[in-house]
């Protein structure tokens, strides 16, 4: 079964939960446009969710999700909530979402984990969830050690449950090998980047725009915590400091509120712009519609050339 038919939406995306980028109108105007947004709980409050709930159901009646980060300090309450309102999706990161399943499948709510290892992927499949999905160190963010050709062939070949891709896709062809490797379709975040209704500052936009491939690295691999970002004053230093054995609370230092800096304030210095080592595919600001039309457009023109072959 396609990701359309398990979510009832009309293409087969889902947007990442990327932390405070992926508001309550950032995940309607996703869903208005046919794939499935979803409200990130990352630097949310419990009450913050709430806030952002109401303003998505204010936006669409389309479905919807969430995406949990489980080290949230109110994740407690974040995963009440979400049954209350009795939220179509939601997806995890960060953490094992084993003792909220059962709660959240009373609400009728599907489930799906975003993992980055099939050990972890085997793990959800025997706690009930709907899907897994398996991301690659491609993404941007935070990411494991594993690429997304392996770990999602690795995982749909496991696991009998519906398996979604991401990291790494930004086109048509993405998708389609994406598909090849046994994935009912997709997640993305970096394409988004650059979208009209994206709530990043036009900074960001601009930058995402410019970036080649080659401007993507990761901090945080020696200390355990690696995270992809696009290369700037704050993340060189942070990686020299990491290299001379500074501790986590010298870096923290670095990085504090730097995510914020860059989205809500365009400080492209001293901000982390996280980003995906697809960002050179992202070429130009464009609606959520008009990329989504793209996308599907030339994923089907692939596929009909390969089945042409």
Same mark, same amino acid.
């Given at each position: ?7 009832n939406i ?14 309550g109108e950032?995940?309607?105007? +996703?869903s208005?446009? /046919?794939?499935?947004?979803l409200?990130g709980? #990352?630097? !949310?409050?419990?009450?913050? @969710?709430?806030? %952002? *709930?109401?303003?998505c159901k204010?936006k ?13 300090p ?22 094992n979402?084993?003792?909220y399943i059962?709660k959240?499948?009373?609400?009728n709510?599907k489930?799906?984990?975003?993992v980055?290892?099939k050990?972890l ?10 899907? +897994?999905?398996?991301? /690659? ?6 990411? #494991?050690? !594993?690429?997304?050709?392996? @770990?999602?062939? %690795? *995982?749909a ?10 990291g ?8 389609l090998?994406?598909?090849?490797l ?6 993305m ?5 650059a979208t ?23 901090m ?5 915590l690696p995270?992809?970002?696009l290369?700037?004053?704050?993340v ?5 400091k ?5 501790t986590?609370?010298?870096l923290?230092i ?8 860059a989205?809500?304030e365009?400080?492209?210095?001293n ?5 995906g ?23 089907l023109?692939?596929?009909k050339k390969?089945c042409?072959?």
């Amino acid at each position: 079964m396609r990701l359309e038919e398990i979510l009832n939406i009309k293409y087969p995306f889902i947007q990442g939960g990327m932390a405070h980028i992926a508001t309550g109108e950032f995940a309607a105007a +996703i869903s208005n446009a /046919g794939g499935l947004g979803l409200i990130g709980t #990352g630097g !949310l409050s419990a009450s913050d @969710l709430k806030k %952002q *709930i109401e303003i998505c159901k204010s936006k669409t009646d389309k479905p919807f999700g969430v995406n949990i980060l489980l080290i949230n300090p109110e994740v407690e309450e974040i995963a009440e909530i979400v049954s209350d309102y009795k939220i179509p999706v939601v997806t995890t990161g960060a953490g094992n979402p084993g003792k909220y399943i059962e709660k959240w499948k009373e609400s009728n709510i599907k489930v799906f984990p975003v993992v980055s290892s099939k050990a972890l992927a085997v793990r959800m499949e025997r706690l009930g969830v709907d899907g +897994i999905i398996a991301e /690659g160190q491609e993404a941007g963010g935070h990411i #494991g050690e !594993l690429t997304s050709m392996v @770990l999602i062939h %690795q *995982i749909a070949d496991e696991l009998s449950i519906p398996v979604i891709a991401a990291g790494g896709i930004a086109s048509g062809k993405q998708i389609l090998a994406a598909e090849v490797l046994g994935a009912v379709g997709v997640q993305m975040g970096t394409c988004l980047l650059a979208t009209n209704e994206c709530p990043v500052h036009e900074k960001y936009k601009d930058r995402i725009i410019a970036a080649k491939s080659s401007q993507v690295t990761v901090m945080g691999r020696i200390n355990g915590l690696p995270n992809r970002v696009l290369k700037n004053k704050m993340v060189n230093e942070y990686i020299e400091k990491e290299k001379q054995g500074a501790t986590m609370e010298e870096l923290e230092i670095l990085t504090l509120g730097s995510l914020r800096k860059a989205v809500h304030e365009g400080d492209m210095t001293n901000g982390t712009i996280m980003a995906g080592q697809v960002v050179e595919e992202v070429k130009e600001k464009t609606s959520v519609k008009a990329l989504f039309e793209k996308l599907y457009s030339d994923y089907l023109l692939e596929k009909k050339k390969l089945c042409a072959k």
